[in-house]
């Protein structure tokens, strides 16, 4: 599987370019699942739920599925410190590509998201990991840089860059740690 990160500031516009680039990518045939790193507490269940009312009972996992989805719910007893390759062992294995945005931080190959509006500083002059930047205002990059830089409103072009560059983004679990916290 192919893993690239997004990373960028909140309000910066990773979760629409995600969001396009699921059905640019699909749209080439490829398999897509996204790895979101959540700031905050959140829940994707709901009180009166069985699904709940097992979280309640004290379960430390739930598992609910059907003929169209299955998903999975796991509680922590204390603060658990997840990185992006605990979550990518977590995902099926028939997948081509792997968007994960968010763990800005990580060491994935990332695409950086940067809008000169937003009064953000720019992460690329600092994070080798960072190999292209995608922005609606390249004109206003704060350095230069021989990173491709990629229209952010123009899904089809960053997929096809992705597509393309490929091989870069082959992802060997192998290589990372994946005790489980």
């Given at each position: 599987m192919k893993v690239?990160?997004f990373?960028?500031?909140?309000?910066?516009?990773?979760?629409?370019?995600?969001?396009?680039?699921?059905?640019?990518?699909?749209?080439r045939?490829?398999r897509v699942s996204?790895?979101?790193?959540?700031?905050?507490?959140f829940?994707?269940?709901?009180?009166?739920?069985?699904?709940?009312?097992?979280?309640?009972?004290?379960?430390?996992e739930?598992?609910?599925a059907s003929d169209r989805r299955?998903?999975?719910?796991r509680?922590?007893e204390?603060?658990?410190?997840?990185?992006?390759?605990h979550?990518?062992?977590?995902?099926?294995?028939g997948?081509?590509?792997?968007?994960?945005e968010?763990f800005?931080?990580?060491?994935?190959?990332?695409?950086e998201?940067?809008?000169?509006?937003?009064?953000?500083?720019a992460?690329?002059p600092?994070?080798?990991f960072?190999v292209a930047i995608?922005?609606?205002?390249p004109d206003?990059?704060p350095?230069?840089?021989?990173?491709?830089?990629?229209?952010?409103?123009?899904p089809?072009a960053v997929?096809?860059?992705?597509?393309?560059?490929?091989?870069?983004?082959?992802?060997?679990?192998?290589?990372?740690?994946?005790?489980?916290?």
């Amino acid at each position: 599987m192919k893993v690239v990160g997004f990373a960028g500031y909140s309000g910066s516009g990773k979760t629409t370019l995600v969001e396009r680039l699921i059905p640019a990518l699909k749209f080439r045939g490829l398999r897509v699942s996204v790895v979101k790193h959540a700031h905050h507490k959140f829940d994707i269940d709901h009180a009166g739920k069985d699904t709940h009312r097992h979280r309640e009972a004290g379960a430390f996992e739930v598992v609910v599925a059907s003929d169209r989805r299955l998903a999975l719910m796991r509680e922590f007893e204390q603060p658990a410190r997840l990185t992006a390759h605990h979550l990518l062992a977590e995902l099926y294995e028939g997948v081509d590509w792997v968007l994960v945005e968010g763990f800005k931080d990580s060491d994935l190959l990332k695409v950086e998201v940067w809008r000169a509006s937003a009064n953000h500083p720019a992460r690329y002059p600092d994070d080798d990991f960072i190999v292209a930047i995608a922005t609606d205002s390249p004109d206003a990059l704060p350095e230069p840089t021989l990173r491709p830089v990629l229209d952010l409103n123009d899904p089809d072009a960053v997929a096809a860059w992705l597509t393309d560059n490929h091989e870069r983004f082959e992802y060997n679990a192998e290589l990372y740690v994946s005790d489980k916290p």
